[in-house]
């Protein structure tokens, strides 16, 4: 028994030792940092429809359907948002509001023409993002690792060593935006009937900033 509980100590003793000896490696720790800049391909508006009655809001309804439809919105990009009723209102007592995206293809110009109705109470945009974002990003912390690899390459090789087996991977996010503005929304974006009627601002997707990804990731890597 004593032999016995000699060996099992012998053995605990040796991983310990073990382990210990693999936290004393020797290490280097960088950062490498990736970035990409994508163009976005759809856009999120919100907008609002008021009436004066039940009729009425809904023959507006079937106006604003119609005319997405035409400036080539689908039916499944539509989305209902909400409706109210204001009872204590003398004037506009119905409002209803929507979703709808676009894509590339969509002539925003026209469309915000088409939509510069007494009608529309506003038209705002909720979200521009690109379709491919997650597949983007993917690739730009791929970069970022490898980045951190190339980092600690050339850094051992000035001083005679290499880069051995990676100890520790982190992700960082720097910075992600899949939300950018329009330049010609900057000043001013609530309504279109304001907005429609000025043919000098540019509202095509040329016209908005990039989505910006960044990343960084931590790394430490075995001396060899």
């Known amino acids: 028994m004593k032999l016995k509980h000699l060996l099992l100590v012998g053995i605990f003793a040796a991983g310990s030792l073990v382990n210990a000896q693999e936290i004393k490696k020797n290490a280097i720790e960088v950062t490498g940092v990736a ?113 951190a690899k190339e980092k600690a390459d050339y850094l051992l090789e000035s001083i005679g060593k290499k880069t051995g087996t990676p100890l520790e991977i982190t992700e960082i996010e720097d910075y992600m935006s899949d939300s950018v503005m329009p330049v010609a929304y900057r000043s001013k974006m609530a309504n279109v009937q304001l907005e429609a009627a000025d043919q000098s601002l540019d509202y095509s997707f040329d016209n908005i900033e990039n989505i910006k990804l960044k990343f960084s990731i931590k790394t430490r890597y075995e001396i060899l």
Request: hydrophobic residues 40%; positive net charge.
């Open 35 to 147: 970035e990409m800049e994508v163009e976005p391909d759809e856009i999120i508006f919100n907008i609002g429809i008021k009436a004066d009655n039940k009729n009425q809001l809904a023959d507006n309804e079937k106006l604003l359907f119609e005319i997405l439809k035409n400036d080539g919105v689908k039916n499944e990009d539509i989305k209902f948002k909400s409706m109210y009723q204001n009872l204590y209102s003398k004037t506009t007592k119905f409002t209803k509001s929507f979703q709808f995206k676009i894509n590339a293809k969509t002539n925003v110009s026209k469309l915000f023409e088409d939509l510069n109705q007494k009608w529309v109470s506003n038209l705002n945009i909720a979200e521009i993002k690109n379709t491919k974002i997650a597949e983007f990003r993917k690739t730009v912390k791929i970069n970022a690792l490898k980045a």
